[in-house]
Nanobody, 115 residues
Framework: QVQLVESGGGLVQPGGSLRLSCAASGKTVSPNLMSWYRQAPGKQRDLVAHISSSGNTYIADSVKGRFTISRDNAKNTAYLQMNSLKPEDTAVYYC?????????WGQGTQVTVSS
């Protein structure tokens, strides 16, 4: 059974940093694509960043220059380094992992940016 376990969320002051992790288990091969989405209260779930198994990345314009995505294929783990956090980054952050024809969501981790 595939599981995605996210960690690293929490409360941080504006301008601070957090590093989210997403560990995938239950498959013998690494995901083709690992993504981070976020959903603020009352809003849709939006793509923040994704990274392919070969290391190609996409970063949404709203976080470009502040967030970076990386992965360790040996550990089937993706990371989202978030710097210069703003109150508008407050959301539940979800990990999504895709293998051929199948995708799975993590349970989400809360990120709150507030003074």
């Amino acid at each position: 059974q595939v599981q995605l376990v996210e960690s690293g969320g929490g409360l941080v002051q504006p301008g601070g940093s957090l590093r989210l992790s997403c560990a995938a288990s239950g498959k013998t091969v690494s995901p083709n694509l690992m993504s981070w989405y976020r959903q603020a209260p009352g809003k849709q779930r939006d793509l923040v960043a994704h990274i392919s198994s070969s290391g190609n990345t996409y970063i949404a314009d709203s976080v470009k220059g502040r967030f970076t995505i990386s992965r360790d294929n040996a550990k089937n783990t993706a990371y989202l380094q978030m710097n210069s956090l703003k109150p508008e980054d407050t959301a539940v952050y979800y990990c999504y992992a895709e293998w051929v024809a199948m995708g799975y969501w993590g349970q989400g981790t809360q990120v709150t940016v507030s003074s």
